[in-house]
C-alpha cells in the first residue's frame, strides 16, 4: 500500500484527521472526475485580536502548490460550501530537506491560505468535507499548462515569419533597384570632352567600346610634398603607441650569475683541450715543426 492510500485510509477511519489536527480535503479537478488535489485543512485559531474575532469563520488551508490564487480559491469554496467574504494567500519560503538541494540553491515554498466565510455554519459544511473521500460538491481545476503559456509568450516576443519576408523582400528589391540606378549615373558621366578625354570617376568607368578604367588611388598626405607630419596632428601630439619587448634577464638572480660563470669556465676548458689536441695532431704530421715538440699534453 502506498503512502498516498495509507493517508487516505488513516483520515477515513479516523474523521478525516491526519496530523495536527489536519484534515483532508480531496478537491476533484472537474465534476465527476475521479482525480483530485489534496488539501489539509482545519479550523484557524487566531493570534492577534482581530483574527480572534474570525476564528468561527476561518478555515486554514495548506498543501497548495505554487498556481493556485486567492481568485480560485475563493470560487471553489463559495460555490461548494457557502458565500467566502475573503481570502488571504501566502508563501513562505523554507530551507531544502537534503544538503545536495540547498547547494544546487533550490527554494522550497510553503503556500497556505485563510478562507474566511460569511456565516460560521459555512466553515462546518467544508470541515464535514473534509473526511477523505472526494468531496463531490467542490471542484478545483488545474492551471494552465505551463508549456502553452510559454509557447504564448514566445509567439508575442518574434514578428510573424511572412509579413517580416515580404518586408525583407521589398527592401532587397529596393537596394537592387538603387544600386543599378548608381552604376547607370556612373556610366552616363563617362562622357567624352572636346579634346577626346573620357571622364572618369572613382572606381572602375568603362567607355563605350567597352573599355575599363580603374581610378587612381589618392595618395595619403605621408607621401611626396606631404610627407612632412602637419602642427597640430594628432599623430605628431601623441604619436602611435609602441609595443615593449618583453625582454629576459639571464644574469638577473645570483644562481644565474654562478651559472654563468660555471658554464664560462667549463666551455674554456672544453675549447683550451679541442685546442691543444688539434695543436697535437698538427704537429704529429709534421706540418708544424717547433723547438717545442712534446709529448701529448695531458688533459686536465
Known sequence: MSAAKAAQHAATDDGGAIVKGFKLMRIPLAAGSPVARSLLVKRHEGRTPE???LNGRTLFVTHLDNFVTETQL?????AAFGPV???????VEKKAPK???????VHVYVNFARVVFSEAASMEKALAAASGRIAGAAVLPLP???L???LKTGRTL???AAELKREVDAWMAKYDQDEDEKKKLARQSAVVDDDGFTKVVSGTTRTADGFAIRAAKRPSLKTGAFAEPLAGTVEQKFGKKKKKKNKEFVDFYRFQQRENKRQEIVDHRKRKSEDEEKVYRLKKKAKVRTAAFNAKPTKK
Open 144 to 146: 494552465p499548462s505551463e
Open 85 to 91: 467574504e475573503k481570502v488571504v494567500l501566502k508563501s
Open 158 to 160: 518574434y514578428r510573424d
Open 99 to 105: 544538503a545536495e538541494l540547498r547547494a544546487d540553491h
Open 148 to 150: 502553452k503559456e510559454r
Open 51 to 53: 483574527e480572534q474575532a
Open 74 to 78: 475563493s470560487r471553489t469554496f463559495s
